[in-house]
């Protein structure tokens, strides 16, 4: 779909959206043909856009617009919701990530190599170069609908994901870029298995968390929709802390003896944050039992590594094995 609309200049804007559907609802027994529709904006000028040559063509790909024949009509679901432009745009932004949640450019952009979390406007981040030049149209209407805005820090040359819509990020985008397909089932299951545990633990911390800080800070699931940002929950070390300074990754073991697998990463982010960064062991084995606390090791880089540590034995989990020529 968005390699169908890179051909246009403009793909629309709310105001221009809003007047289109506006005039349709307001119309509904002509037979709007595109000729028509073209024509209620020839030669005109809305948001200072001279042109906006792909409106037409993207509402109908995102089904907000419905042809028969030749004729035009808006669809029910959305005719409904053009009450006033923000009502309109919240709407069309759903009829938007409905329509390209299985579209491969789209999801090459909100891609893992270009997201990443930032902890002081606790949001998704997205790197400006995820679009390049060929997707610039699709850039613009994702600002023009507020979707993204441009970062605050510009050197940073990239936009940060409205929180309004961050929950349709993480349910009809992000669980598209984590599946992998696993050929053997029993391996499936237990990457499934291993997955509920992790999320049985980052939430047993959360609450750890916020209780720790007496309800008064709101303590931030990074991995519910970041994967590789090398922690999990960004959180405080007191309560007076104005900017998240507690970075944790959560492990979950069971046992009587603690262990853990420690990516490399998780391990170079831990180096990088030094004694902002903590690990968070959870016993699966004794999260119901009252009073329990997950065991807590600040800056593990360093506490943890290294052979002057006798607490904790390294052992090699895997090789990376490269040609020599």
Known sequence: MLNDLRKYDCLGTPNYFFELFSTIKSNPTSNWERSDLEKLFYNRVIDNRPIIDGGIELALRINALQQTESFFQLNSEFESHINSVPQMVDRFNQFLFKSLKKDSDFLNIFSSKFLSHDVIYKSLQLNNSA???????????????????????????????????????????????????????????????????????????????????????????????????????????????????????????????????????????????????????????????????????QDPFNTILGDHNIDWIEEVYNYKITASE
């Open 131 to 297: 679009f390049g030049l060929k997707y610039s149209n699709f850039k613009q209407l994702l600002l023009d609908f507020n979707m993204i805005s441009d970062h605050p820090t510009p050197e940073f040359k990239s936009f940060i994901v409205n929180q309004r819509y961050k929950k349709l990020f993480d349910k009809s985008v992000l669980p598209e870029i984590k599946k992998r397909k696993i050929g053997l089932e029993e391996f499936r299951k237990s990457m499934e298995q291993q997955q509920i545990y992790g999320e049985e633990a980052e939430r047993f911390v959360l609450r750890f968390e916020t209780e720790r800080l007496e309800n008064k800070k709101e303590i931030d699931w990074i991995a519910e929709y970041v994967v590789n940002e090398g922690y999990d929950i960004a959180s405080y070390n007191e309560i007076e802390d104005e900017q998240p300074n507690r970075f944790i990754e959560v492990k979950s073991y069971d046992g009587n003896k603690a262990y853990f697998y420690w990516s490399k990463n998780e391990y170079q982010v831990a180096k990088l944050k030094g004694k902002n960064y903590w690990i968070y062991l959870v016993n699966r084995s004794k999260l119901k039992t009252e009073g329990y606390k997950p065991e807590k090791y």
